[in-house]
Nanobody
Framework: QVQLVESGGGLVQAGGSLRLSCAAS????????MGWYRQALGKERELVAD????????NYAAFVRGRFTISRDNSENMLYLQMNNLLPEDTAVYYC????????WGRGTQVTVSS
C-alpha cells in the first residue's frame, strides 16, 4: 500500500539548518508531483513547496523562498526539503504529500526552532 514516511525533524536554533526526507513506497514515485506542507499549532496546514515529477518545476511559498530547497530522487523514491536559516516561525509539523489521484499524506515530522 502507499506509504510516505518523513524523517529529519528536530530541535534547532534560529539560523540553523535541517534536511527533511520523505521515503515513498507503494506507488510509482516518478509519475507524481510531490510536496511539503506544514501545520503550526492552532493554524491551518499550508504549502511549503512542491515539485513536479521530473524536477523541472518547483513552487515555493513566499515565506520560505530563498531559504528552503525542495528536491527529489526518483531512483530512490525519496523527497527532500533542505531548510536553511530557520526562524522560530518555521516551527510546525512538516508533512510530505503525494499528489496521486487523491492526495496522500505522511504522518509528519516535528520541526522546532528556538529563538
Amino acid at each position: 500500500q502507499v506509504q510516505l514516511v518523513e524523517s529529519g525533524g528536530g530541535l534547532v536554533q534560529a539560523g540553523g539548518s535541517l534536511r527533511l526526507s520523505c521515503a515513498a513506497s507503494g506507488f510509482t514515485f516518478s509519475w507524481w508531483r510531490m510536496g511539503w506542507y506544514r501545520q503550526a499549532l492552532g493554524k491551518e496546514r499550508e504549502l511549503v513547496a512542491d515539485i513536479n515529477s521530473n524536477s523541472d518545476i518547483m513552487n515555493y511559498a513566499a515565506f520560505v523562498r530563498g531559504r528552503f530547497t525542495i528536491s527529489r530522487d526518483n531512483s530512490e523514491n525519496m523527497l527532500y526539503l533542505q531548510m536553511n536559516n530557520l526562524l522560530p516561525e518555521d516551527t510546525a509539523v512538516y508533512y510530505c504529500r503525494a499528489d496521486l489521484r487523491e492526495p496522500f499524506w505522511g504522518r509528519g515530522t516535528q520541526v522546532t526552532v528556538s529563538s
